[in-house]
């Protein structure tokens, strides 16, 4: 991975639920946290999301628990065509991907996917973008690549 990877830090594991709101109330007693706000990700004309290569109005609903170094992200899926959906959909609840911080966004994805693990999702967010990997195959799991923007200090 590293030829491939800046860094070697894992920066977020997210999970697929069915409730939000039922499971960040449980993570959020197990470790004595405050629930953290339910946030919704932005429509298709802002967060310009393509699943599996084509456009899609997906949306989530998403939380963040944060763990220092790494972050849980809970995520419930709408009913639109989207890695959430599909992976809710054929395995029910359960880690959907681990996220990694890059640099160069389109050149890693590049250089996964010559080693036969392609985009299956993508977009963007305030402050970025995400890409999701296929590397279930090989990894077990889904790769999330994050790239946020250079901010001028």
């Not at 070697?8 to 004595?32: C, G, M, P």
């Not at 963040?64 to 029910?92: A, K």
């Not at 160069?104 to 305030?126: A, D, F, H, I, S």
């Amino acid at each position: 991975m590293s030829e491939i990877f800046d860094s070697k830090l894992i920066t977020q594991i997210a999970i697929i639920v069915h409730d939000i709101e039922r499971v960040k109330e449980a993570y959020a007693n197990l470790f004595n946290m405050t629930p953290p706000d339910v946030v919704v990700t932005d429509d298709v004309e802002q967060a310009k999301t393509t699943y599996r290569g084509e456009s899609t109005p997906a949306r989530a609903k998403l939380c963040f628990f944060d763990f220092g170094q790494v972050q849980l992200e809970l995520i419930e899926p709408d009913q639109h065509p989207s890695t959430w959906r599909e992976y809710l959909d054929e395995h029910g609840e359960g880690v959907h991907h681990i996220a990694f911080q890059v640099k160069g966004m389109n050149e890693t994805v590049k250089r996964l996917t010559e080693k036969g693990m392609p985009e299956v999702q993508k977009g963007e967010y305030e402050g970025g973008r995400y890409s999701y990997i296929d590397s279930e195959g090989p990894l077990k799991v889904i790769l999330e690549l994050l790239e946020n923007d250079e901010v001028d200090k």
